[in-house]
Nanobody, 120 residues
Framework: QVQLVESGGGLVQPGGSLKLSCAASTSIFRFNVMAWYRQSPGEQRELVATITRGGITNYADSARGRFTVSRDVAKNTVYLQMNSLKPEDSAGYYC??????????????WGQGTQVTVSS
Protein backbone atom coordinates (compact mmCIF):
# COMPACT_ATOMS: atom_id res chain seq x y z
CA GLN A 1 0.00 0.00 0.00
CA VAL A 2 1.37 3.36 -1.03
CA GLN A 3 0.87 6.40 1.16
CA LEU A 4 1.46 9.99 0.14
CA VAL A 5 1.54 12.70 2.78
CA GLU A 6 1.51 16.37 1.84
CA SER A 7 2.60 19.24 4.05
CA GLY A 8 3.61 22.86 3.79
CA GLY A 9 0.34 24.59 3.02
CA GLY A 10 -0.87 27.67 4.81
CA LEU A 11 -1.93 31.29 4.54
CA VAL A 12 0.32 33.59 2.55
CA GLN A 13 -0.01 37.11 1.19
CA PRO A 14 -0.18 37.75 -2.55
CA GLY A 15 3.33 37.73 -3.97
CA GLY A 16 4.56 35.38 -1.28
CA SER A 17 5.98 31.88 -1.48
CA LEU A 18 5.27 28.44 -0.11
CA LYS A 19 7.01 25.11 -0.51
CA LEU A 20 4.84 22.02 -0.43
CA SER A 21 6.20 18.56 0.30
CA CYS A 22 4.86 15.13 -0.62
CA ALA A 23 6.46 12.27 1.28
CA ALA A 24 5.94 8.79 -0.18
CA SER A 25 5.97 5.58 1.85
CA THR A 26 7.93 3.85 -0.89
CA SER A 27 10.71 4.64 -3.32
CA ILE A 28 9.53 7.35 -5.68
CA PHE A 29 11.44 5.54 -8.46
CA ARG A 30 8.54 3.07 -8.50
CA PHE A 31 6.44 5.73 -10.20
CA ASN A 32 6.77 6.74 -13.83
CA VAL A 33 5.38 10.15 -12.96
CA MET A 34 4.50 12.04 -9.81
CA ALA A 35 2.17 14.98 -9.99
CA TRP A 36 0.74 17.91 -8.09
CA TYR A 37 -2.92 18.75 -8.57
CA ARG A 38 -5.07 21.42 -7.02
CA GLN A 39 -8.77 21.79 -6.45
CA SER A 40 -10.94 24.65 -5.31
CA PRO A 41 -14.48 24.19 -3.96
CA GLY A 42 -16.89 23.58 -6.82
CA GLU A 43 -14.08 23.19 -9.33
CA GLN A 44 -12.53 20.20 -11.04
CA ARG A 45 -9.17 18.96 -9.91
CA GLU A 46 -6.49 20.66 -12.02
CA LEU A 47 -3.05 19.32 -12.92
CA VAL A 48 -0.37 21.76 -11.77
CA ALA A 49 2.98 20.09 -12.35
CA THR A 50 4.59 16.73 -13.00
CA ILE A 51 8.00 15.16 -12.62
CA THR A 52 8.99 11.92 -14.29
CA ARG A 53 11.23 9.15 -13.03
CA GLY A 54 13.93 10.65 -15.22
CA GLY A 55 13.48 14.06 -13.65
CA ILE A 56 11.70 15.74 -16.55
CA THR A 57 9.27 18.39 -15.35
CA ASN A 58 6.16 19.87 -16.91
CA TYR A 59 3.80 22.60 -15.79
CA ALA A 60 0.34 23.91 -16.38
CA ASP A 61 0.31 27.30 -18.05
CA SER A 62 -0.94 28.83 -14.82
CA ALA A 63 2.10 27.51 -12.95
CA ARG A 64 4.89 27.84 -15.48
CA GLY A 65 7.49 30.41 -14.48
CA ARG A 66 6.25 30.66 -10.89
CA PHE A 67 6.19 27.08 -9.60
CA THR A 68 9.00 24.53 -9.54
CA VAL A 69 8.59 20.81 -8.95
CA SER A 70 11.60 18.93 -7.62
CA ARG A 71 12.43 15.80 -5.66
CA ASP A 72 14.77 14.32 -3.09
CA VAL A 73 15.13 10.66 -3.97
CA ALA A 74 16.89 9.82 -0.71
CA LYS A 75 13.91 11.17 1.22
CA ASN A 76 11.28 9.77 -1.17
CA THR A 77 9.85 13.26 -1.31
CA VAL A 78 8.59 15.50 -4.08
CA TYR A 79 8.33 19.25 -3.62
CA LEU A 80 6.39 22.10 -5.15
CA GLN A 81 8.01 25.50 -4.71
CA MET A 82 5.42 28.18 -5.36
CA ASN A 83 6.52 31.78 -5.85
CA SER A 84 4.67 34.96 -6.74
CA LEU A 85 1.49 33.48 -5.39
CA LYS A 86 -1.85 34.93 -6.45
CA PRO A 87 -5.28 34.70 -4.81
CA GLU A 88 -6.37 32.42 -7.64
CA ASP A 89 -3.73 29.91 -6.54
CA SER A 90 -5.78 29.29 -3.40
CA ALA A 91 -6.86 25.64 -3.38
CA GLY A 92 -6.29 22.27 -1.84
CA TYR A 93 -3.07 20.85 -3.29
CA TYR A 94 -2.82 17.11 -3.78
CA CYS A 95 0.07 14.82 -4.56
CA UNK A 96 -0.54 11.97 -6.99
CA UNK A 97 1.33 8.90 -8.12
CA UNK A 98 0.18 6.00 -10.30
CA UNK A 99 1.30 2.39 -10.51
CA UNK A 100 0.33 -0.19 -13.11
CA UNK A 101 -2.56 -2.35 -11.98
CA UNK A 102 -1.70 -6.04 -12.51
CA UNK A 103 -5.21 -6.61 -13.87
CA UNK A 104 -5.10 -3.59 -16.15
CA UNK A 105 -5.23 0.15 -15.92
CA UNK A 106 -3.66 2.16 -13.17
CA UNK A 107 -3.70 2.22 -9.40
CA UNK A 108 -4.02 5.89 -8.49
CA UNK A 109 -2.68 7.10 -5.17
CA TRP A 110 -3.49 10.45 -3.62
CA GLY A 111 -2.42 12.30 -0.54
CA GLN A 112 -4.88 13.89 1.85
CA GLY A 113 -4.14 17.35 0.50
CA THR A 114 -2.76 20.53 1.98
CA GLN A 115 -4.62 23.83 1.86
CA VAL A 116 -3.04 26.91 0.33
CA THR A 117 -4.75 30.24 0.88
CA VAL A 118 -3.42 33.39 -0.75
CA SER A 119 -4.98 36.46 0.78
CA SER A 120 -4.08 39.81 2.21
Amino acid sequence: QVQLVESGGGLVQPGGSLKLSCAASTSIFRFNVMAWYRQSPGEQRELVATITRGGITNYADSARGRFTVSRDVAKNTVYLQMNSLKPEDSAGYYCNADLPNPIGGLLRYWGQGTQVTVSS
